[in-house]
C-alpha cells in the first residue's frame, strides 16, 4: 500500500484538473463568497436600525468588532481542530455557524444591541474557521503546478460576495426589510448539502491519520479514475499496511507551532501587515476622497468603485503570477507597489492633472497590489506548514494578522486625534502620514515572504520534506 500510495500521489500531481478538481474548488469559492457575504451584511443593516434604535458610539462599535474578535477566535479553534478530526467536518461546521448565527439575527428584539453583537460574534468565529480550512483542503487535492493560482482564484472570489450584500441591500431591502436580509443569510447552510456530496476528506490528512484505503478511494475519485469517493471501507482495510512513506503524523498542538519558528514568522507577520495596510486603507479610501474632493459620499462611493475593481484585477493578476514567478518574489512586488503607490497618494492628495484627481489615481494602482496580496497571503500561510500542522498554523496566521483590524484603526485615530477607533473620521493633516503608515506594512509584508521557502512547483510531500529537515530556501 505504501508503494501504492506515491504512485497516487504521483498520479494526482501528474494528473490535468478534473471535473471532480472542479467540484472541490467550486464547494471552496461557494463558501468564501457566501460568508463573506453573511460577514458584511451587517453594514447595510446598521444603516437601517442606527437612528430608530438610537445607538451611540459604543453599542456600534461592540457590534461591529464583535465579528472581527470572533474571527481571530474561530480561525485558531477550528483551524487547530481541523488537523484532528479532518478538513471535510470542519468545512462543514463553520458554513453552518456563521450561515444559522445570521439567521438567528432575524429574531433580534427591537433596540437589543446585544443580542445582535452575541450572533456578530458567531458570524465571525464562523468565517475565520472556514477560511483557515477551505485552503488546505483544496491545496491537498490539487496538482503543485496549479496550486497557487487556484488558492489565489478562490481568495479572489470574496469580494464578490461583498458585493453580493450590498446588491440585495440595495434591491431587496425595501421588500424584505432588514430581518429578511438576515433570513437570506441562511441560504450557505444549504451549501452543506453540496459539500457532502462534492468534498470528501483532503487524502493528505487520512493518509497522515493511518486511513490509507480512504486516502486511495479519494485519491482516485479526485483524478477521475473513481466515481464515487465514499465507498464503504472495511474493518480493518488499514492494519496490515507497513508504512514506508511515513509514520502516521502525531495529533497537532498548539505549542508545536514553536518549533518551526520560520513558518510563524512569515505566517504571521504576512498576515499581519496585509491586514493593516488593507483595511486601513479600506477604511479611509472612501472618506478621504470626500474630503480631498470635497463631493459627497455617495459621489465619493462611486469613484471608489474603479479602485475596488482594481484591486478585484489584482487579486486574479497576483494569483497567476504566484505560479509564474514564485510566492516569495509575487509577495515582495506586492510589498514594494503597494508601498510605493500608497505613499504617492498620500503626497500627492492636492495634485490634479487638469480635472482628475491624482490621490483617486494612485490609489487605484495601490489596490492593485494592497487588495492583490490577499492572493498570496492566505493561500501561502497555509504552505508553509507541515502536513499534520497545516491548518493550525493557517488559523493561527489568520487569528494574530486580524488585530491588523484594530491596529489599523487605531494608528488612523492616532493620526487624526480621534477617539473613535472603528471609523476615525479624515483630516488633511493626517493623510501623509497615515498613507506612509500603510505604505510601511505593505512593504514590511513584501520583506518578510523572502524569509520563507518557495513552496512554487513542489508537492505538498517536497514541502513537508524540506520543512521537517530544517532545509534553507529552495
Given at each position: 500500500?505504501?508503494?501504492?500510495?506515491?504512485?497516487?500521489?504521483?498520479?494526482?500531481?501528474?494528473?490535468?484538473?478534473t471535473?471532480?478538481?472542479?467540484?472541490?474548488?467550486?464547494?471552496?469559492?461557494?463558501?468564501?463568497?457566501?460568508?463573506?457575504?453573511?460577514?458584511?451584511?451587517?453594514?447595510?443593516?446598521?444603516?437601517?436600525?442606527?437612528?430608530?434604535?438610537k445607538?451611540?458610539?459604543?453599542?456600534?462599535?461592540?457590534?461591529?468588532?464583535?465579528?472581527?474578535?470572533?474571527?481571530?477566535?474561530?480561525?485558531?479553534?477550528?483551524?487547530a481542530?481541523?488537523?484532528?478530526?479532518?478538513?471535510?467536518?470542519?468545512?462543514?461546521?463553520?458554513?453552518?455557524?456563521?450561515?444559522?448565527?445570521?439567521?438567528?439575527?432575524?429574531?433580534?428584539?427591537?433596540?437589543?444591541?446585544?443580542?445582535?453583537?452575541?450572533?456578530?460574534?458567531?458570524?465571525?468565529?464562523?468565517?475565520?474557521?472556514?477560511?483557515?480550512?477551505?485552503?488546505?483542503?483544496?491545496?491537498?487535492?490539487?496538482?503543485?503546478?496549479?496550486?497557487?493560482?487556484?488558492?489565489?482564484?478562490?481568495?479572489?472570489?470574496v469580494?464578490?460576495?461583498?458585493?453580493?450584500?450590498?446588491?440585495l441591500?440595495?434591491?431587496?431591502?425595501?421588500?424584505?426589510?432588514?430581518?429578511?436580509?438576515?433570513?437570506?443569510?441562511?441560504?450557505?447552510?444549504?451549501?452543506?448539502?453540496?459539500?457532502?456530496?462534492?468534498?470528501?476528506?483532503?487524502?493528505?490528512?487520512?493518509?497522515?491519520?493511518?486511513?490509507?484505503?480512504?486516502?486511495?478511494?479519494?485519491?482516485?475519485?479526485?483524478?477521475?479514475?473513481?466515481?464515487?469517493?465514499?465507498?464503504?471501507?472495511?474493518?480493518?482495510?488499514?492494519?496490515?499496511?507497513?508504512?514506508?512513506?511515513?509514520?502516521?503524523?502525531?495529533?497537532?498542538?498548539?505549542?508545536?507551532?514553536?518549533?518551526?519558528?520560520?513558518?510563524?514568522?512569515?505566517?504571521?507577520?504576512?498576515?499581519?501587515?496585509?491586514?493593516?495596510?488593507?483595511?486601513?486603507?479600506?477604511?479611509?479610501?472612501?472618506?478621504?476622497?470626500?474630503?480631498?474632493?470635497?463631493?459627497?459620499?455617495?459621489?465619493?462611493?462611486?469613484?471608489?468603485?474603479?479602485?475596488?475593481?482594481?484591486?478585484?484585477?489584482?487579486?486574479?493578476?497576483?494569483?497567476?503570477?504566484?505560479?509564474?514567478?514564485?510566492?516569495?518574489?509575487?509577495?515582495?512586488?506586492?510589498?514594494?507597489?503597494?508601498?510605493?503607490?500608497?505613499?504617492?497618494?498620500?503626497?500627492?492628495?492636492?495634485?490634479?492633472?487638469?480635472?482628475?484627481?491624482?490621490?483617486?489615481?494612485?490609489?487605484?494602482?495601490?489596490?492593485?497590489?494592497?487588495?492583490?496580496?490577499?492572493?498570496?497571503?492566505?493561500?501561502?500561510?497555509?504552505?508553509?506548514?507541515?502536513?499534520?500542522?497545516?491548518?493550525?498554523?493557517?488559523?493561527?496566521?489568520?487569528?494574530f494578522?486580524?488585530?491588523?483590524?484594530?491596529?489599523?484603526?487605531?494608528?488612523?485615530?492616532?493620526?487624526?486625534?480621534?477617539?473613535?477607533?472603528?471609523?476615525?473620521?479624515a483630516?488633511?493633516?493626517?493623510?501623509?502620514?497615515a498613507?506612509?503608515?500603510?505604505?510601511?506594512?505593505?512593504?514590511?509584508t513584501?520583506?518578510?515572504?523572502?524569509?520563507?521557502?518557495?513552496?512554487?512547483?513542489?508537492?505538498?510531500?517536497?514541502?513537508?520534506?524540506?520543512?521537517?529537515?530544517?532545509?534553507?530556501?529552495?
Amino acid at each position: 500500500m505504501a508503494s501504492q500510495l506515491m504512485v497516487l500521489y504521483d498520479k494526482l500531481e501528474k494528473s490535468r484538473l478534473t471535473a471532480n478538481h472542479i467540484k472541490v474548488i467550486t464547494a471552496a469559492i461557494l463558501g468564501d463568497l457566501l460568508e463573506f457575504f453573511d460577514f458584511f451584511l451587517i453594514g447595510y443593516v446598521l444603516a437601517f436600525i442606527i437612528v430608530p434604535w438610537k445607538l451611540n458610539y459604543g453599542q456600534t462599535s461592540a457590534v461591529l468588532l464583535s465579528a472581527g474578535i470572533g474571527a481571530m477566535l474561530g480561525a485558531a479553534f477550528f483551524g487547530a481542530v481541523a488537523d484532528r478530526v479532518g478538513r471535510r467536518p470542519i468545512f462543514i461546521a463553520t458554513v453552518l455557524c456563521f450561515s444559522i448565527a445570521t439567521g438567528f439575527m432575524y429574531w433580534t428584539p427591537e433596540g437589543n444591541w446585544i443580542y445582535l453583537t452575541f450572533f456578530r460574534f458567531f458570524v465571525g468565529f464562523g468565517l475565520g474557521g472556514l477560511y483557515s480550512v477551505d485552503l488546505p483542503l483544496v491545496q491537498e487535492f490539487v496538482p503543485s503546478r496549479h496550486r497557487g493560482r487556484i488558492s489565489g482564484i478562490i481568495t479572489s472570489c470574496v469580494p464578490i460576495g461583498t458585493m453580493l450584500g450590498s446588491v440585495l441591500a440595495a434591491f431587496l431591502s425595501q421588500i424584505v426589510g432588514w430581518r429578511g436580509l438576515f433570513l437570506i443569510g441562511l441560504i450557505p447552510a444549504l451549501l452543506t448539502l453540496l459539500i457532502r456530496a462534492w468534498v470528501p476528506e483532503s487524502p493528505r490528512w487520512l493518509v497522515s491519520r493511518g486511513r490509507y484505503k480512504e486516502a486511495e478511494n479519494a485519491i482516485l475519485w479526485a483524478i477521475g479514475e473513481k466515481r464515487r469517493f465514499n465507498e464503504k471501507v472495511e474493518a480493518g482495510a488499514d492494519a496490515a499496511v507497513k508504512v514506508e512513506v511515513h509514520e502516521i503524523d502525531p495529533k497537532a498542538r498548539f505549542t508545536d507551532l514553536f518549533k518551526y519558528p520560520r513558518s510563524l514568522l512569515v505566517s504571521w507577520i504576512t498576515n499581519l501587515g496585509q491586514q493593516v495596510a488593507y483595511y486601513g486603507f479600506t477604511l479611509w479610501g472612501p472618506t478621504i476622497l470626500t474630503l480631498v474632493l470635497n463631493i459627497p459620499a455617495a459621489q465619493a462611493a462611486k469613484l471608489f468603485i474603479s479602485v475596488t475593481l482594481c484591486g478585484f484585477v489584482g487579486r486574479l493578476f497576483w494569483s497567476f503570477c504566484s505560479d509564474w514567478l514564485g510566492r516569495r518574489i509575487s509577495g515582495l512586488l506586492i510589498g514594494i507597489g503597494g508601498c510605493t503607490f500608497t505613499i504617492l497618494a498620500g503626497l500627492n492628495y492636492n495634485t490634479f492633472y487638469g480635472s482628475v484627481s491624482m490621490i483617486w489615481v494612485f490609489m487605484i494602482i495601490a489596490y492593485f497590489f494592497v487588495d492583490g496580496g490577499f492572493a498570496i497571503v492566505g493561500p501561502y500561510g497555509s504552505e508553509v506548514w507541515p502536513r499534520h500542522l497545516r491548518a493550525t498554523g493557517m488559523g493561527s496566521a489568520y487569528g494574530f494578522g486580524g488585530l491588523g483590524k484594530i491596529i489599523g484603526p487605531i494608528a488612523l485615530a492616532f493620526f487624526a486625534g480621534s477617539s473613535n477607533i472603528v471609523s476615525p473620521k479624515a483630516t488633511i493633516d493626517a493623510i501623509v502620514p497615515a498613507f506612509t503608515f500603510m505604505g510601511a506594512f505593505a512593504l514590511l509584508t513584501g520583506i518578510t515572504y523572502l524569509f520563507g521557502i518557495e513552496t512554487r512547483k513542489k508537492s505538498i510531500e517536497e514541502i513537508d520534506a524540506i520543512l521537517q529537515e530544517g532545509k534553507g530556501v529552495a
